[in-house]
């Protein structure tokens, strides 16, 4: 069974600060994609990384893929109230489209 | 708006209940998919549709029924459903064939069953 573990589970910090979540499996992925859910809806893509070491930023936000396709983290830069969330990791494999997901990571951002 | 849509967005039920989850999206897409949301769970597949044939079913109990009659719309027939069934259930879409892993999802319907 493929597994993709997201860490923290929870994270709550004060508008301004700094923060990283991270996804991480044993399984190597063809991509990887970034998605953030709100209350009352259902996920949003943020963003999909392919090439192992790719970095990709989206404004404050900062997403890179691990070297060898198996991890990834983001890194989001002075947090706003808007940033909180569901964060939620999915890595696709070679052999299907369908994808691995992650528990997430609920981000609260208080002002 | 996401292009996905979902209906009803809350659900009570009995168990001994019948209801129908509706999915629909307007992309042009030919996969659709549902899924399970538990709180502190990696979203659960439940089935794909690839061109109107169902082409996964993770070991879901009968009690949940899907049905696609086309490439745009998606049900859930439910009956006989567990408290341990109240979820968020998530009806997403993509196009499959050209490898397009990116999923659309709608907002869900949450279900609560009693």
């Known amino acids: 069974t493929q597994l993709l573990e997201q860490s923290p589970q929870f994270l709550s910090i004060q508008e301004g600060e700094n923060l990283t979540v991270y996804c991480n499996s044993s399984s190597v992925f063809s991509s990887l994609q970034w998605y953030r859910q709100e209350p009352g809806e259902g996920p949003v893509l943020l963003v999909t990384?392919?090439?192992g070491g790719e970095v990709k930023k989206l404004k404050r936000l900062t997403f890179q893929f691990g070297d060898a396709r198996k991890d990834s983290s983001l890194h989001i830069t002075a947090a706003q109230t808007g940033d909180t969330g569901l964060y939620l990791c999915a890595g696709a494999l070679d052999s299907n489209y369908q994808l691995i997901w992650g528990a997430g990571t609920k981000l609260i951002i208080k002002p | 708006e996401t292009g996905v849509t979902q209906t009803p967005r809350h659900l009570v039920m009995g168990m001994t209940n019948k209801k129908s989850l509706k999915c629909e999206q307007h992309l042009g897409h030919n996969a659709m998919y549902w899924y399970k949301q538990s709180a502190k769970k990696p979203l659960e597949l439940m089935f794909v549709y690839n061109f109107k044939e169902q082409t996964e079913n993770n070991s879901v109990p009968s009690r949940f029924s899907p049905e696609c009659p086309n490439s745009s719309h998606l049900f859930l027939h439910l009956h006989t459903l567990q408290p341990e069934d109240s979820a968020l259930y998530l009806c997403a879409s993509s196009q499959a064939d050209r490898n397009e892993e990116t999923q659309y999802f709608g907002p869900g319907t949450r279900l609560l069953v009693l």
């Open positions: 990384v392919v090439t």
